[in-house]
T-cell receptor, first 116, second 112 residues
Framework: NAGVMQNPRHLVRRRGQEARLRCSPM?????VYWYRQLPEEGLKFMVY????????ESGMPKERFSAEFPKEGPSILRIQQVVRGDSAAYFC??????????????FGAGSRLTVL | GNSVTQMEGPVTLSEEAFLTINCTYT??????LFWYVQYPGEGLQLLLK?????DKGSNKGFEATYRKETTSFHLEKGSVQVSDSAVYFC???????????FGKGTTLSVSS
């Protein structure tokens, strides 16, 4: 029973390139959350998705960032035209959904993006 | 809006010392409260949780009690080990279906 799978674990991009981070939720989980962790800071919520729906994107920068969770396949966090300030660890978490009780999130190991 | 405030780190202790990491929150309604732990190079793991006032969450010798009157959820352990060295995050979630809000994390370093 695999947990939350994120890939790639490490990604290096040059300024102006695109970064795509993928997240496969735990089996049976239909809700996905993306968080960003900057050095010496906590985790900042970015976006919350259900299959084919964005539930809450209040933490997502308005430009260059987008997220999707298609009916089939993993959730994708896409960062266009990356800048050095995008360098961070990006964590994905999944949950069964709000009707399962306390909203316990299971986290992946993270994708570490470095922008040169 | 909802928020979580944790004590600043790093916290440096000797093995078998008593640990307290303070956490207070601001929230509307009745949030659920969590402690997550992050070991070096890894993702976050749920350590313990409490879903209503006066609940005590416990796991691996760690405890935290949901205190609504003081809006606190302090993490305690009676005797820490070197293997407890990690970053500890306090978090809350409000109504069902909302995302977890995290504190900034507290780094714990335990030496033998």
């Amino acid at each position: 029973n695999a947990g939350v799978m994120q890939n790639p674990r490490h990604l290096v991009r040059r300024r102006g390139q695109e970064a795509r981070l993928r997240c496969s939720p735990m089996k049976g989980h239909s809700h996905v959350y993306w968080y960003r962790q900057l050095p010496e800071e906590g985790l900042k919520f970015m976006v919350y998705l259900q299959k084919e729906n964005i539930i809450d994107e209040s933490g997502m920068p308005k430009e260059r960032f987008s997220a999707e969770f298609p009916k089939e396949g993993p959730s994708i966090l896409r960062i266009q035209q990356v800048v050095r300030g995008d360098s961070a660890a990006y964590f994905c978490a999944s949950s069964p959904g709000p009707n399962s009780g306390a909203n316990v999130l299971t986290f992946g190991a993270g994708s570490r993006l470095t922008v040169l | 809006g909802n928020s979580v405030t944790q004590m600043e780190g790093p916290v440096t202790l000797s093995e078998e010392a008593f640990l307290t990491i303070n956490c207070t929150y601001t929230a509307t309604g009745y949030p659920s409260l969590f402690w997550y732990v992050q070991y070096p190079g890894e993702g976050l793991q749920l350590l313990l949780k409490a879903t209503k006032a006066d609940d005590k969450g416990s796991n691996k010798g760690f405890e935290a009690t949901y205190r609504k009157e003081t809006t606190s959820f302090h993490l305690e352990k009676g005797s820490v080990q070197v293997s407890d060295s990690a970053v500890y995050f306090c978090a809350l979630t409000g109504q069902a279906g909302t995302a977890l809000i995290f504190g900034k994390g507290t780094t714990l370093s335990v030496s033998s």
